[in-house]
């Protein structure tokens, strides 16, 4: 059995009290004890009575779980916060170090973060806004939430019930400040573990607290507790789990009006009425009262159905959109999700886009699409996307040499030759001034490419810098028309001014 020396624990941070111990959080990393650790120190007001018997069942509880095999201290951890190991103060042990609660198992509330405790379940809203846990609280307000988080209470006493070599365990204190509560998933973790101890161990001290109280010790026909006791606690955990309101706390039936109507079928009232009778006989096991609370889940739940996922098309451009589309039913949201890189688009509502939801997922990757509701979510591949990179494409504009003829000799009709004569243009061959092509800059279409969608887009780019293109040629050639014509009245003048009739 591990021991470690309290001092070597670093900063401890207070986290919870109960009625017999001090819990901290370690500060310093323990290697023979991996992870975040709590450390629970009996408090001082402990009585040198009752502290022998409470560090031997300590002890106890370190070595059932060491000698564990690795997959029952699995099943228990998923469950519990067992005690690891003790913690001695100068040879004298004085408390021991379980697992820290994950930080899901905390809450928000108006003193800051507290651990989300079976007991906060029962507030009733007004309550529960008042201390500022109501929005922390909400997911757990969800009937399904609030059954399965009870199966999971029933599987963590079943788990501790089990026969082991001869042992027959008692948890002793169930109540509803004993197990911490997360919601995604409902997930439940049963603290004070510490008190566990074996029937047969007749010094073992184990509390009980108000209102849980079994009516065999009640009526004083034994003092110790033992696996039935515990059944009779669970059951109570179990109706004022599952209740909200003002009496939720000391409630013990299970048709009361507090229990969400529906909730329970005559079964389960039957059954946790049976755990809470004085006959002890009657009582059913925690296993039993498990596997009704989960068939009732099944039996409630009514996931979500991905009927059909597809991408409007599997190779694309990189960083062009693609449209994934899909089929549900029942779904009240969909994710678009990819395991590579993160990828994920959420809460899009799922009846939302019926020609797709546009993504550009930032690498190649199969796409998934999950659907999602209150009591589940199902998923499957709607494709795997590649994508190609666009090469640099370069579409230059050289128009080719334009040979135009020298203009034609120009012949006058008759008419005009029988006029007196004018001032003719020259018949000769009048060169053409050089023709200069416009400067076209090649045009690089891989910058436009991310931008365009369609090839329609694309065609467009491309059209744009050849209608670029073509103004420019057309320019240069009214241009070389234009000093062509000039030339053609410069000269024709000179010729006219040359056959001119002398001023008389
Ligand atoms: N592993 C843990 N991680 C974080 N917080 C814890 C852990 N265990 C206990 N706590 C907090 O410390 C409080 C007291 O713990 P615990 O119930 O084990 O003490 P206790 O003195 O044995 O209680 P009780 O009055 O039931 O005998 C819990 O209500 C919880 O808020």
């Known amino acids: 059995m591990i021991r470690i020396d309290k001092r070597r624990l670093g900063t401890l941070k ?6 017999m111990a001090q819990v901290y959080l370690v500060g ?47 099943e228990l951890d998923l469950l519990t916060v067992w005690p ?8 004298t042990d004085v408390g021991m170090l379980m697992r820290c609660l994950p ?37 757990a307000d969800k009937d399904l939430v609030r059954l399965a988080l009870m199966a999971r209470l029933a599987y963590a006493i079943e788990v501790i019930h089990r026969p082991r070599g001869g ?10 400040r004993n197990a911490a509560v997360a919601t995604d998933p409902p997930r439940i973790l049963l603290m004070d573990c510490d008190g566990v101890a074996d029937a047969a161990d007749a010094n ?94 099944l039996d409630l739940a009514d996931p979500p159905t991905l009927l059909s996922a597809a991408l409007s098309t599997d190779v694309t451009l990189r960083g062009s959109e693609v449209f994934v589309r899909w089929q549900h039913k029942g779904g009240k949201s969909v994710r678009i999700f990819s395991d590579v890189n993160n990828f994920s688009v959420g809460d899009l509502d799922p009846d939302g886009y019926p020609n797709g939801y546009p993504i550009k997922p930032p690498t190649a990757c199969e796409i998934r699409v999950a659907v999602v509701n209150d009591h589940g979510e199902d998923e499957g591949p709607a494709g795997r996307l590649h994508y190609y990179e666009m090469p640099p494409v370069q579409v230059s504009v050289n128009p080719p040499a334009v040979v ?17 004569p004018y001032p003719l243009p020259a018949a000769d061959v009048v060169p053409l001034p050089p023709l200069h092509w416009p400067q076209v800059p090649p045009v690089d279409l ?26 420019g040629v057309d320019a240069a050639i009214r241009e070389m028309l234009r000093r062509t014509a000039q030339k053609l009245r410069a000269d024709s003048k000179q010729k006219a001014s040359a056959n001119a009739f002398p001023p008389p």
């Open 84 to 91: 690891l190991a003790m913690v001695h103060e100068r040879g």
């Open 204 to 297: 073992r001290i184990q509390p009980h607290t108000p209102f849980f109280v079994p009516p065999e010790v009640r009526k004083k026909q034994q003092k110790l507790q033992d696996q039935l006791t515990d059944v009779y606690k669970l059951a109570l955990c179990v109706i004022r789990g599952l209740a909200t309101g003002r009496g939720s706390t000391q409630l013990d039936d299970p048709a009361s009006p507090l229990v969400p109507a529906g909730l329970l079928d005559q079964i389960g009232i039957d059954l946790l009425n049976r755990a809470l009778s004085e006959d002890r006989a009657q009582r059913p096991t925690a296993q039993e009262i498990k596997e009704y609370l989960v068939g009732r889940v």
């Open 28 to 74: 310093d990393h323990i290697p023979e004890v991996p992870g975040r650790l709590a450390f629970k120190e009996l408090l001082p007001s402990v009585d040198a009575k009752n502290r022998g018997p409470m560090l031997s069942t300590m002890r106890q509880a370190v070595a059932l779980r060491d000698a564990m095999s690795p997959a029952e201290q699995a």
């Open 103 to 139: 930080d899901d198992f905390f809450i928000d509330a108006n003193g800051g973060r507290r651990v989300f405790e079976f007991q906060l379940l029962g507030a009733d809203p007004s309550q529960a806004k008042a201390n500022g846990f109501d929005k922390s609280r909400a997911p």
């Open 404 to 420: 135009l003829p020298d203009l034609p000799v120009m012949r006058l009709p008759r008419t005009h030759a029988e006029l007196p």
């Open 14 to 19: 207070p986290l919870g009290q109960g009625g």
């Open 446 to 471: 891989a910058p436009a490419v991310p931008e365009a969608h369609t090839s329609k887009q694309l065609r467009d780019v491309i059209g744009s810098a050849y209608r670029a293109a073509d103004v």
């Open 167 to 176: 042992r027959h365990l008692v948890y002793g204190d169930m109540n509803l």
